[in-house]
């Protein structure tokens, strides 16, 4: 089946400083990846949808400054927090859409195994 | 290795009950998760289980044995819109999530 990774997959970090995070789709092209963050025991939150070559898709109440998207690639997409505070701390988890080329396009989301970011 | 298995597709009649199995394996247990995904839509939250035994939440039920790594969503009194993809997924030891391939549900008249 289809393989997305995410890099890294912990990361701690001091407030101020920002965190990349990559989603990397490893055997397919992607050319959707979802972005989203989830605190423990609850549901994934949808942060944006980003598309290839074209900016991303924030969802209501998260903060496009704050939480960088860059969808350069087919098989690359990458969220930036920058300044981040205590409160950014949280699971963040991207999935990717394949695309199937030629007749139609695969809905299928692929999800990578998520990133634990700790801000001190 | 770390597996999550369930099935593949499954079809069932509008009004009936259906039972989704997921089994797994992985290092460490820190919970079991149902989600529900509609086609080209982002993946919605239907269960947690972290304990053994039953969880109901309306017509949705999600039961967990952790001595046989098993789990099952059952839904009640299927609708038309019950249609969709559902996915098992486990937090392991390290907090990462393990996802199961989901299983395509579908329902007829």
């Known amino acids: 089946g289809a393989v997305v990774s995410q890099h890294p997959s912990r990361v701690i970090c001091k407030s101020g400083t920002s965190v990349k995070i990559e989603c990397r789709s490893l055997?397919?092209?992607?050319?959707?990846m979802f972005w989203y963050r989830q605190f423990p025991k609850q549901s994934l939150m949808l942060m944006a949808t980003?598309?290839?070559?074209?900016?991303?898709?924030?969802e209501q109440g998260v903060e496009k400054d704050k939480f960088l998207i860059n969808h350069a690639s087919l098989t690359l997409s990458t969220l930036t927090v920058t300044s981040a505070h205590p409160e950014d701390s949280s699971f963040y988890i991207c999935?990717?859409?394949?695309?199937?080329?030629?007749?139609?396009?695969?809905?299928?989301?692929?999800f990578g195994p998520g990133t634990r970011l700790l801000v001190l | 290795g770390q597996n999550i298995d369930q099935p593949t597709e499954m079809t069932a009649t509008e009004g009936a009950i259906v039972q989704i199995n997921c089994t797994y394996q992985t290092s460490g247990f820190n919970g079991l998760f149902w989600y529900q995904q509609h086609a080209g839509e982002a993946p919605t939250f239907l269960s947690y289980?972290?304990l053994d035994g039953l969880e109901e939440k309306g017509r949705f039920s999600s039961f967990l044995s952790r001595s046989k790594g098993y789990s099952y969503l059952l839904l009640k009194e299927l609708q038309m819109k019950d249609s969709a993809s559902y996915l098992c997924?486990?937090?392991?030891?390290?907090?990462?999530?393990?996802w199961g391939a989901g299983t395509k549900l579908i329902i007829k008249p």
């Open positions: 055997d397919f092209q992607a050319t959707t």
């Open positions: 999935s990717a859409r394949q695309f199937a080329g030629g007749m139609s396009i695969q809905e299928t989301q692929y």
């Open positions: 289980n972290v």
């Open positions: 997924a486990v937090m392991d030891s390290n907090y990462q999530l393990i």
């Open positions: 980003s598309n290839e070559g074209s900016k991303a898709t924030y």
